[in-house]
């Protein structure tokens, strides 16, 4: 039986204090949210049509350095190609279109999403790039929902209904799920639902919560490893505030934890029974780590090391085969670390920067979509003011906000910086920014009101 | 040796001022920095000897005078000093005074300039619109903890 201490009454009420407010709004809520949704949607949607985004996928690459059998890799890339594969009935396998054997270079979820599109809509044709881009399309506008609910929670409407409006018509926002055929919009949305779900934690009761947050974590960890980063401090964060509430604590971590390698185990066994080897989730960490590391390394991942791009490391790839290639590289990445201790501390440094200033778009050729640096630090720098705000206010929720935000991106810390892995954080970063306008908004207006008043007469408004 | 030698100073003078300055502007509140002090010394003794050996490193590279170097750093902390008065007042409330809105800028300032100048790849002219900002993010969390703080003494604990 559990104690009703005063401490304990204090903290509960404040968090059936923030739930209950979103409870009585919940009918409210359903307009905006599903307003925002579609809008979101209709707008990915159509500029997968006016801009003909699919013929990014559909074109057939012509070189004579690149093999007969790797001319559609523009479709997917290396998701593109094992789904290929699967579709074709070599199973999960040869990540670069060319026959290679089996793989673990990408986590399985996405490629067996696009395997389904491929049996219906046919194999690298335009039907089906038009509907895998919908697909994002529809995981994005989706994303409405968990942004709508944490900014509710934790900052109010005002921010809540920015956060999804800006979400759904800011162009910003629609570059991956309408260009590229990768997990990323679905990362964005399942990272915002597990947020949510950890949020709501603290004060469940029964195991059904956590059953379904476990599952979801498993899930999460085999459609992308890197969004397992902040797994730990989210239920670091679960464990903390329910031992705070006097509520168990230990046993719903632990199902959680159970769950989410329950759900990753097939993928595991798979992985030691066709590589020969335990292999965790995806095998590439080694070689990743050394594009972002070596010897005179600008720290953002040469891809003309590439096998997609360098066709002797691809017949290197095909001659040690998938793991001794990466091993090979790892050694190598080690190696360096190991010569040159201050080199890879400085890479690294410069790595955690470029993450977030976006000066690495500075060293990427210009595509279709090509972003300037101060694009993307219209987003990180309002979510910093944001999030040191509502880490200075104490928010219910802002630690977990810093969490996912800080800890997702160290394994690009490590290997290197694409503007691409930022998208599974942009909603979170979306919410901190809206909430620091908001609250910068509300500050100007009351500043400026205040000057305007004599003292007296603001003291009298006040009241 | 002499480079990282005057960077080191530099480092470690504009923390040493910014302490004084604000554990001053806590003393009129009747509160104390010293529990904090022999921690906050030593991470930031190590950040200086790391940041002066970064700059050193990034001056082998490109090989500006000294004093211009120097100069540069004098500028952005001057940028700083008046951008955090300004988010000072915009701010308002209770603070620690003028002069700690003013070194907490400066320090913003000068950490988010000589990031952008030694580890970023951005363009220079990113370094000056993005010191305005570190300076008013410093001043915020220094007026956000110096409020937590404040409350927590009228609370009476």
């Known amino acids: 039986m559990r104690t009703e201490t005063p401490s304990r009454l204090k903290i509960e009420s404040n968090f059936r204090l923030a739930e209950s407010s979103v409870e009585l709004h919940w009918p409210s809520c359903i307009s905006p949210v599903l307003w925002s949704t579609i809008t979101a949607l209709v707008l990915r949607l159509g500029i997968i049509f006016l801009f003909h985004t699919y013929q990014l996928q559909t074109r057939i690459l012509n070189s004579k350095w690149i093999p007969a059998a ?57 039907a089906s790039a038009i509907v895998i881009l919908s697909l994002n399309c529809v995981f994005a506008a989706l994303t409405c929902v968990p942004i709508y609910l944490l900014a509710l929670r934790i900052f109010g409407k ?52 956590f059953v379904l ?3 979801l974590w498993g899930f999460a960890a085999i459609t992308n490893p890197s969004l397992l980063g902040a797994m730990p401090f989210l239920l670091a964060w679960i464990a903390f505030q329910r031992r705070r509430c006097l509520r168990p604590w230990f046993k719903p971590v632990l199902t959680v934890v159970l769950i989410c390698f329950g759900f990753m185990l097939p993928w595991f ?18 070689f990743e780590f050394y594009l972002g590391n070596y010897h005179g390394s600008n720290g953002l991942g040469y891809l003309g090391k590439h096998p997609t791009q360098n066709i002797k490391q691809l017949r290197l790839y095909s001659q040690l085969g998938e793991l001794g290639y990466v091993h090979h590289f790892k050694s190598e990445g080690l190696q360096f670390v190991r010569e040159h201790p201050e080199e890879f501390a400085l890479l690294t440094a410069r790595r955690m920067v470029t993450f977030w200033d976006g000066g ?3 060293y990427q050729s210009p595509g279709f979509w090509h972003w300037q640096s101060w694009e993307l630090l219209c987003l990180a720098v309002p979510a910093f003011f944001g999030l040191a705000l509502a880490l200075g206010q104490r928010k219910r929720g802002a630690l977990l906000l810093a969490f996912v935000v800080l800890l997702y991106p160290a394994p690009y810390y490590l290997t290197y910086a694409e503007e691409r892995y930022r998208h599974a954080i942009e909603p979170e970063l979306l919410i901190l920014a809206c909430y620091f306008a908001c609250a910068l908004w509300e500050h100007a207006c009351e500043r400026f009101r205040r000057q305007s008043l004599s003292p007296a007469a603001y003291e009298e408004a006040a009241r | 040796m002499k480079t990282w030698t005057a960077f080191f100073l530099l480092w470690v003078a504009s923390g040493g001022v910014s302490t004084y300055v604000v554990g001053r502007g806590i003393g009129k509140h009747n509160l ?64 620690l005074g003028i002069a700690a809105d003013a070194v907490a800028g400066m320090l913003g300032s ?37 409020r937590a703080q404040l409350s927590f003494q009228e609370s009476g604990n």
């Open chain 2, 32 to 95: 104390s920095l010293r529990r904090y002090l022999p921690w906050t010394a030593m991470a930031w003794l190590s950040f200086s000897a790391v940041a002066a050996e970064i700059t050193r490193q990034y001056l082998t590279i490109y090989p500006f005078p000294l004093m211009l170097c120097l100069t540069a750093a004098i500028g952005l902390m001057l940028l700083g000093i008046c951008s955090g008065w300004v988010a000072g007042w915009f701010i308002g409330g209770d603070s």
């Open chain 1, 70 to 126: 790797t001319r559609h890799f523009a479709f997917g890339f290396e998701t593109g190609s094992i789904a290929g594969s699967l579709a074709s009935g070599h199973g999960f396998s040869s990540p670069f279109g060319f026959p290679t054997g089996p793989t673990a270079w990408i986590a399985p979820v996405y490629p067996g999403l696009c395997v389904v599109v491929f049996k219906i809509f046919g194999l690298y044709t335009t």
């Open chain 1, 360 to 362: 690495m778009v500075n």
């Open chain 2, 110 to 146: 000068f950490l988010t300039g000589w990031i952008e100048i030694t580890l970023s790849y951005n363009h220079p002219s990113y370094i000056f619109p993005l010191s305005v900002l570190g300076a008013a993010f410093g001043t915020m969390v220094l007026r956000l903890w110096a």
């Open chain 1, 158 to 209: 005002r921010t809540a209904t920015l956060s999804i409006w800006t979400w759904a018509v800011c162009v910003f926002f629609m570059r991956w799920p309408t260009t590229w055929i990768w997990e990323v919009s679905l990362s964005a949305l399942l990272l915002g639902v597990l947020v949510l779900l950890s949020l709501d934690a603290p004060t469940s009761d029964g195991q059904k919560k």
């Open chain 1, 213 to 215: 947050l476990g599952c």
């Open chain 1, 269 to 286: 066994l798979r992985n030691w029974v066709v590589m020969g080897h335990p292999v965790f989730i995806r095998d590439n960490f080694g």
